[in-house]
């Protein structure tokens, strides 16, 4: 049996988008340019707040105020999913093509749990999952493949058996290192010769990776 792990945001939710249009705004008041957020913001994707938190004294100074930084630039993104969370093209299509065929769906996003199933559930997607694995409920984030293991293990399937669906250059990293085979559909991160090297393959959209997983595991 065959089973799909996605991430969630930049994934399934296009919630990155927000985020960098969040950073750029809390980089003004804390005098940061419009180009090293968006360095930044790239190098804490697919990370847990801890981490991201790290990241960012290790390239704005030691003494940088990440969490207040990070808490400005949360509460913009939080007025705007309160209301309605955009999708990612085709995201609503493939959950509903796998679950259909009896495919087994997992989600594991470094986003804490709670907040998972709160989004999930506001946009109508959690009864696509059949397990769903929050950041917080690992000890290690992303690029370590802790979060991929435990979603894999909960579905009781093999690492060959499973493709994984990431965004991001540390969720391609996690799930080569599971054992999986790793899609990447790019958002905001180019992948590197390093990643393309990674990934089992590459597509620009859902509908791809739809098209090719129909293809792959002869569903109709």
């Known amino acids: 049996m065959y ?7 930049g994934v399934i939710l296009d919630t990155e988008n927000l985020g960098i249009a969040a950073w750029r705004k809390a980089g003004v008041k804390y005098g940061i340019s419009e180009s ?14 801890e981490r991201g938190n790290e990241i960012v004294r290790e390239n704005f100074g030691k003494d940088f105020p990440a969490e207040d930084f990070r808490r400005e630039s949360g509460a913009f ?10 999708l990612r093209p085709f995201a609503r299509e493939i959950l509903e093509f796998l679950k259909k065929n009896g495919i087994k769906i997992a989600l594991a996003s470094s986003t804490k749990y709670e907040v998972v199933i709160r989004e999930l559930t506001q946009e109508g997607l959690i009864d696509y999952f059949d397990v769903i694995v929050g950041g917080d409920l690992v000890a290690k984030s992303k ?7 435990k979603a894999m293990s909960d579905l ?5 058996n499973c493709f994984i669906v990431e965004d991001s250059a540390n969720g391609i990293r996690a799930a080569y290192a599971s054992g999986a085979r790793p899609i990447m559909v790019p958002d905001l991160v180019t992948p590197t010769e390093e990643i393309k090297a990674m990934c089992h393959k590459i597509f620009t959209s859902l509908g791809e990776v739809m098209e090719y997983l129909g293809n792959e595991l002869a569903l109709p």
């Open 156 to 160: 009781g399937e093999k690492p060959e």
């Open 3 to 9: 089973a799909v792990v996605f991430d969630m945001d």
């Open 36 to 49: 090293e957020i968006d360095r930044v913001y790239r190098l804490i994707i697919g990370t847990k707040t």
């Open 143 to 149: 690029p370590e493949p802790d979060i991929f293991l």
């Open 77 to 86: 993104i939080r007025d705007v999913l309160n209301t309605k969370i955009p």
